[in-house]
């Protein structure tokens, strides 16, 4: 009768035996399930695909962030050869404009004097460059640009009240220098100070295009100026 009553009171013995096994098997099934699906996830793949990749080193922050970057799906940085590219290339488009803005930067322009020269020739000095504009008749006229780099040197012949300039050039050609007659006194000088300082500048590589137009001009009178005045 006991044995009766236990039996149906409680489960037996075989009984729990038995339902042991197969809860163990469920929840094997299931956590087997769970792992194939846990595998199967965007963020399982986007981490393999992180640890499978070959990353350079370049410091702890940069390496940090472009993991995370790439776990939360995110794209990485360019690299940085193509952000020094850029740069460079941006900055020969800087200097390149800044040649020509300075090359339109007139330091002197002088005038041969009228009525002595019926047709006024015209000396202009830029941070380039000397253009020589010689006149015949009306809107005609012959100009000759040098080089700074390749004036040899320039003279003045000056008078009581009028002076001519005498540049001469490395260019070989049929002329190897330009003389232009009836300036001001005051302008012949100041035109050899200029471009003297300019040559001087120039051979001892003295750097002048990170001055401004007034420093420079004083510079290059305070270089081309004559000692025995």
């Given at each position: 009768?006991?044995?009766?009553?236990?039996?149906?009171?409680?489960?037996?013995?075989n009984?729990?035996?038995?339902s042991?096994?197969?809860?163990?098997?469920?929840?094997?099934?299931?956590?087997?399930?769970?792992?194939?699906?846990?595998?199967?996830?965007?963020?399982i793949?986007?981490?393999?695909?992180?640890?499978?990749?070959?990353?350079?080193?370049?410091?702890?922050?940069?390496?940090?962030?472009s993991?995370?970057?790439?776990l939360?799906?995110?794209?990485?940085?360019?690299?940085?050869?193509?952000?020094?590219?850029?740069?460079?290339?941006?900055?020969?488009?800087?200097?390149?404009k800044?040649?020509?803005?300075?090359?339109?930067?007139?330091?002197?322009?002088?005038?041969?004097?009228?009525?002595?020269?019926?047709?006024?020739?015209?000396?202009?000095v830029?941070?380039?460059?000397?253009?020589?504009?010689?006149?015949?008749?009306?809107?005609?006229?012959?100009?000759?640009?040098?080089?700074?780099?390749?004036?040899?040197?320039?003279?003045?012949?000056?008078?009581?009240?009028?002076?001519?300039?005498?540049?001469?050039?490395?260019?070989?050609?049929?002329?190897?220098?330009?003389?232009?007659?009836?300036?001001?006194?005051?302008?012949?000088i100041?035109?050899?100070?200029?471009?003297?300082?300019?040559?001087?500048?120039?051979?001892?590589?003295?750097?002048?295009?990170?001055?401004?137009?007034?420093?420079l001009?004083?510079?290059?009178?305070?270089?081309?100026?004559?000692?025995?005045?």
């Open positions: 009768m006991e044995s009766d009553n236990w039996q149906d009171g409680q489960p037996s013995s009984n729990v035996s038995q042991v096994p197969r809860n163990y098997n469920f929840l094997l099934r299931m956590s087997r399930r769970l792992g194939n699906v846990a595998t199967q996830s965007s963020f793949h986007d981490v393999r695909s992180f640890m499978n990749q070959e990353i350079t080193y370049n410091s702890p922050s940069r390496w940090l962030d993991g995370i970057a790439m939360r799906g995110g794209r990485q940085e360019p690299a940085t050869a193509t952000s020094n590219a850029q740069q460079a290339e941006a900055k020969k488009e800087r200097d390149l800044k040649i020509v803005t300075q090359s339109h930067e007139i330091l002197m322009s002088a005038n041969t004097v009228f009525p002595i020269s019926l047709f006024p020739d015209t000396v202009t830029d941070r380039t460059k000397v253009t020589i504009t010689k006149r015949d008749f009306f809107w005609s006229a012959d100009v000759m640009s040098i080089r700074i780099e390749d004036v040899l040197n320039v003279s003045a012949s000056v008078g009581p009240l009028f002076g001519s300039l005498t540049v001469a050039s490395r260019v070989m050609s049929t002329i190897d220098h330009f003389q232009i007659n009836h300036f001001w006194r005051s302008d012949a100041r035109l050899k100070h200029i471009i003297q300082g300019y040559v001087i500048a120039q051979h001892n590589n003295i750097d002048t295009a990170h001055l401004k137009k007034e420093e001009i004083e510079t290059l009178l305070e270089l081309g100026v004559d000692t025995n005045k």
